[in-house]
T-cell receptor
Framework: NAGVTQTPKFQVLKTGQSMTLQCAQDMNHEYMSWYRQDPGMGLRLIHYSVGAGITDQGEVPNGYNVSRSTTEDFPLRLLSAAPSQTSVYFC?????????????FGPGTRLTVT | QQQVKQSPQSLIVQKGGISIINCAYENTAFDYFPWYQQFPGKGPALLIAIRPDVSEKKEGRFTISFNKSAKQFSLHIMDSQPGDSATYFCAARGYNQGGKLIFGQGTELSVKP
């Protein structure tokens, strides 16, 4: 199993540009989520999904869109990048059958918006 | 509103010493409390987790202490080693939270040889 994979690893955008961060998992996990990590702020939840076709907002959803057309993929879209979106983004997944099931994280995407 | 508060923000410990990181939460619906370890350039990885029906859980050199009445839990790293140098996050998840895992702010631990 590759686990949770993210692409790209690094990205530089100009203000106003759009892009999609890709996330895929091969563990047949129902639950997937996106976090951003900023110094002193911990990991903050952007959006999450409990299954294909179902998504919901987390703590900091503004400026981001998501969709879940398959169990495996959960892309994060930035429609019009802003410098405040400079961050490290992590995708995560877990099964939902067990309430205490482990959440697995991808390696992250480091995004810089100039 | 920060639902999970973590301290200290950074910690320096000598090799062989005990590292202690504390977390406090507000939501009494939280029923799962994991700790994650993150090395530079990597994603967080589950280290140890506890449920509120026990007051302590130990795995090797890592122990979680849990105080339900005070709504606090802590991570103790015994015999700290330079290889333990990493960022540690506490987190919490509740049965009525839609499966969301809420993280503390993180603690950067440095273990000096």
């Amino acid at each position: 199993n590759a686990g949770v994979t993210q692409t790209p690893k690094f990205q530089v955008l100009k203000t106003g540009q759009s892009m999609t961060l890709q996330c895929a998992q091969d563990m047949n996990h129902e639950y997937m989520s996106w976090y951003r990590q900023d110094p002193g702020m911990g990991l903050r939840l952007i959006h999450y999904s409990v299954g294909a076709g179902i998504t919901d907002q987390g703590e900091v959803p503004n400026g981001y869109n998501v969709s879940r057309s398959t169990t495996e993929d959960f892309p994060l879209r930035l429609l019009s990048a802003a410098p405040s979106q400079t961050s490290v983004y992590f995708c995560a997944s877990r099964g939902v059958a067990d309430r205490g099931s482990e959440q697995y994280f991808g390696p992250g995407t480091r995004l810089t918006v100039t | 509103q920060q639902q999970v508060k973590q301290s200290p923000q950074s910690l320096i410990v000598q090799k062989g010493g005990i590292s202690i990181i504390n977390c406090a939460y507000e939501n009494t619906a939280f029923d799962y409390f994991p700790w994650y370890q993150q090395f530079p350039g990597k994603g967080p990885a589950l280290l140890i987790a506890i449920r509120p029906d026990v007051s302590e859980k130990k795995e090797g050199r890592f122990t979680i202490s849990f105080n339900k009445s005070a709504k606090q839990f802590s991570l103790h790293i015994m015999d700290s080693q330079p290889g333990d140098s990493a960022t540690y996050f506490c987190a919490a998840r509740g049965y009525n939270q839609g499966g969301k895992l809420i993280f503390g702010q993180g603690t950067e631990l440095s273990v000096k040889p």
